[in-house]
C-alpha cells in the first residue's frame, strides 16, 4: 500500500521536539526517530554468540549469558573476565528520483566489558554478573537528490549521525534444581547521540542558494528487566527461554539551527541561530525468545526464535500503530530465527563456528525530501514522504573461530555480513553490513 503525504512543520528533526503535534504527525516523527536511532535493531555484540549466528538462549554458558539469558551464569564455575571491540562497515548505496548517491562507513567500538562470580550460597548455587555491552549502532549517513521542476532548482537532503547504544545489565543465576535454572538481569539503557541535517538548494537559472543546516546532541536512557530460565531435557539437549519486559527509554537534548544562503549577485546572507530542544519518550514492547541446542563430543547445534509485537511501541505516550491509519502496515509484530553450529578440532581447544539469522525489519522505514518555502509572503519547510517497501528483508550470514590458551584464556573471533534492500517510487535503498567483533575471557 502506498502513501504520499506532504508535512509542514520546523525542519525535519526539529519537528520531533514540538510538543503539541497532531496524532498523526506526532507518529511520523515517532517512527523518524525510531528508525534514525535504531531502537528496534539490538542485535548484539560477542565473537563467539555472534558467530554462530546469534543462536545462544540454550547456550549461554559464559558472560555472554548475560546478555542472552542470565539463567544460563549457572553453568560458570569460575570468576571470568570478558571483553571485546566492535568493528562495523556499512555501505548504503540510495538512488533518490535518478540521483546516486552512496555511502560507505566504518566505525571501531567498544564491545563488551563483563565479570562474572559464583557466589557461595547454603540453598542453591548461584552466580552473579555485571557487565555492559554494545547492542546496537545509532551510526547513519545518506544524501537525497532531487530535481524539483516547481522550485526550479535541485534540492539536497543529508542526514549523518554517529552514537551507540550500551546496555549496562546486572543479573544472576540460581539453580533450582539440577534440571532447572533461572535467572534475571537489570537492563539498564544508556546511548549518546550526534547529528547534523542540512537542507541544500541551488537555483537552476541563477547562482542563488541556501542552507538550512540543524546541527544536535542528545542522549538516551532507559530500563527494563529481563528473566531467563535453563532446562536440562537430557544429557545432550538443553532449552532456554527469555522474556524482556517493556523498556521505557527517554531521550533528551538541544539542536541548533542555522540559515545561511547566497543571492543571484553573490552576496552571503545568513540569519542568527536558533535552539531547541529535544524531550521526548519511547515505550519498546515485551519480547519473547525461546532456544534449544544439542551438544554431542565435539559439536554444538543451536536454533532461536524470537517474537516481539512492536506494533505496540509508543511515542510520548502515543502508539504508533491505529486501526484507523495505514501507518499500521509500516510497524508490527516480527518473528526472527537464528541457527548456529561449534565444532571443536579432536585434540585441541580449536573450535570452528558458523550460522545464519534472519532479522526482518520491524520498522520498514519511510523515504522523503525536505525543502524551504521562502517567499516574500511565506516561510515554512515542507516534506514530503512516503513509506518503503522492503524488497529483500535483512539477514546475516557468520563464521568465527575460538580457542582456549592455557585453559585460562579464551580467544573468539566472528565475521558478520547482512543486507537489505527497499524501495518507493522515487528511492532505492540498499545496505550492506559487514561486521567483526574479538572477543575475550580470562577465567581464574
Not at 528520483?97 to 540453598?123: E, I, K, M, Q
Request: charged content about 20%.
Amino acid at each position: 500500500m502506498k502513501i504520499h503525504k506532504r508535512i509542514s512543520a520546523v525542519f525535519i528533526v526539529v519537528s520531533m521536539v514540538v510538543a503539541c503535534q497532531a496524532p498523526a504527525e506526532a507518529q511520523i516523527m515517532g517512527l523518524l526517530s525510531l528508525e534514525r536511532l535504531s531502537l528496534l535493531d539490538a542485535t548484539g555484540t560477542g565473537g563467539r554468540p555472534m558467530a554462530m549466528g546469534s543462536a545462544y538462549t540454550a547456550v549461554s554458558d559464559d558472560a555472554f549469558a548475560l546478555l542472552y539469558n542470565p539463567a544460563g551464569l549457572i553453568q560458570i564455575e569460575d570468576r571470568e573476565i570478558s571483553f571485546g571491540i566492535h568493528h562495523r562497515q556499512v555501505k548504503i548505496d540510495g538512488m533518490y528520483d535518478s540521483y546516486r548517491a552512496a555511502t560507505d562507513n566504518s566505525y571501531t567500538s567498544f564491545g563488551h566489558l563483563a565479570y562474572v562470580a559464583p557466589l557461595d550460597s547454603h540453598y542453591a548455587n548461584a552466580v552473579f554478573g555485571i557487565g555492559v555491552f554494545r547492542v546496537a549502532s545509532s551510526d547513519l549517513e545518506y544524501i537525497r537528490n532531487a530535481s524539483r521542476v516547481d522550485l526550479e532548482g535541485t534540492i539536497m537532503n543529508s542526514f549523518k549521525q554517529s552514537g551507540t547504544i550500551y546496555q549496562y545489565r546486572i543479573g544472576i543465576g540460581v539453580e533450582l534444581t539440577p534440571m532447572i535454572a533461572v535467572g534475571a538481569n537489570l537492563v539498564l539503557w544508556n546511548s549518546s547521540v550526534d547529528f547534523n541535517e542540512t537542507i541544500d538548494y541551488t537555483h537552476g537559472a541563477s547562482d542563488s542558494s541556501y542552507t538550512l543546516s540543524d546541527n544536535g546532541s542528545a542522549d538516551l536512557d532507559g530500563i527494563s528487566l529481563e528473566l531467563g530460565i535453563m532446562l536440562w531435557l537430557s544429557d545432550h539437549v538443553k532449552a532456554g527461554l527469555t522474556m524482556s519486559t517493556p523498556a521505557k527509554l527517554y531521550y533528551d537534548g538541544e539542536v541548533d539551527n542555522s540559515y545561511t544562503g547566497t543571492f543571484p549577485d553573490g552576496y552571503g546572507w545568513t540569519t542568527d541561530d536558533e535552539y531547541y530542544y529535544i524531550e521526548d519518550e519511547f515505550s519498546i514492547p515485551m519480547k519473547f525468545t525461546g532456544g534449544i541446542s544439542f551438544s554431542a563430543g565435539d559439536l554444538l547445534l543451536a536454533a532461536d526464535v524470537t517474537w516481539c509485537d512492536f506494533s505496540q511501541v509508543e511515542y510520548n505516550n502515543l502508539n504508533l500503530s491505529s486501526e484507523h491509519d495505514p501507518i499500521r502496515d509500516v510497524i508490527e509484530s516480527s518473528f526472527s530465527y537464528s541457527v548456529g553450529g561449534e565444532f571443536t578440532v579432536p585434540g585441541s581447544t580449536i573450535s570452528i563456528r558458523g550460522g545464519y539469522s534472519y532479522m526482518p525489519l520491524a520498522l520498514q522505514g519511510m523515504d522523503g525530501l525536505t525543502y524551504v518555502i521562502d517567499t516574500p509572503s511565506e516561510w515554512r519547510i515542507e516534506t514530503e514522504y512516503d513509506f518503503v517497501k522492503i524488497e529483500d528483508d535483512r539477514q546475516f550470514f557468520t563464521l568465527g573461530i575460538g580457542g582456549i590458551v592455557d585453559d585460562v584464556l579464551a580467544l573468539d573471533l566472528g565475521l558478520r555480513y547482512g543486507s537489505f534492500e527497499r524501495k518507493t517510487d522515487y528511492l532505492t535503498d540498499k545496505r550492506d553490513f559487514t561486521e567483526v567483533m574479538l572477543s575475550g575471557a580470562y577465567r581464574f
